[in-house]
């Protein structure tokens, strides 16, 4: 089966800028994730769709990051404005169901200058 | 905060060798798995263990839980380079919402 897709694969922008990452999952899979993972660090859970529903953005700084998934499927990390603490790598994941086995993509690599 | 957190930070052994990493939370459970991450990679899952089971096998790999210590280890026994990535826990608080915690992960490096 296909693996989960992202792009871009690397993104530098200043700060202040908008940023937009895309994440197509594995097909037929209900939750999808986003993670933001700094380096050093183990992946932080940003927001998780059960089909296209939130199920948990707490950790989701709501003032400049926002994320949807239309119709269950794709889904769109946006920052805007970007700081300089948003460099990170933005991880994507989906899973048949919550609890199961997570499918990650490769991420994108972000850059503030 | 983060529920899971691995032990030790990073470990080098030599090929052939065991790894052993431990990961301990806070919180209850509902299940615990084991991924692995290479250099630039995404993470690759390995075993899932549920909170009623206590040992699952996977290959070279061994996953150990105990809930009253709230604790898990992974073994991985005759180490190969290809072995070498970062590793981490990561735990689904619980209740009716399996919401993901990922720990800060080992570093394992295994020399030819």
């Known amino acids: 089966e296909a693996g989960v897709a992202q792009s871009p694969r690397y993104k530098i922008i200043e700060k202040r800028q908008s940023v937009a990452f895309w994440c197509n999952p594995i097909s037929g899979h209900a939750t999808l994730y986003w993670y933001q993972q700094i380096l050093g660090q183990g992946p932080k859970l940003l927001i998780q769709?059960?089909?296209?529903?939130?199920?948990?953005d707490s950790q989701l700084p709501k003032d400049r990051f926002s994320a949807e998934r239309l119709k269950g499927v794709d889904s769109t990390l946006k920052i805007q404005p970007a700081k300089l603490e948003d460099s990170a790598v933005y991880l994507c994941?989906?899973?048949?169901?919550?609890?199961?086995?997570?499918?990650f993509g490769d991420g994108t690599r972000l850059s503030i200058l | 905060s983060q529920q899971g957190e691995e032990d030790p930070q990073a470990l080098s052994i030599q090929e052939g060798e065991n790894a052993t990493m431990n990961c301990s939370y806070k919180t209850s459970i509902n299940n615990l798995q084991w991924y692995r991450q290479n250099s630039g990679r995404g993470l690759v899952h390995l075993i899932l263990?549920?909170?009623?089971?206590r040992e699952k096998h996977s290959g070279r790999l061994r996953v150990t839980l105990d809930t009253s210590k709230k604790s898990s280890s992974l073994l991985i026994t005759a180490s190969r380079a290809a072995d070498t990535a970062s590793y981490f826990c990561a735990t689904d608080a619980n209740g009716g919402s399996y919401i993901p915690t990922f720990g800060r992960g080992t570093s394992l490096i295994v020399h030819p």
């Open positions: 769709f059960q089909n296209n529903g939130v199920v948990d």
């Open positions: 994941a989906s899973s048949s169901e919550a609890g199961q086995p997570q499918h």
């Open positions: 263990i549920r909170s009623n089971e």
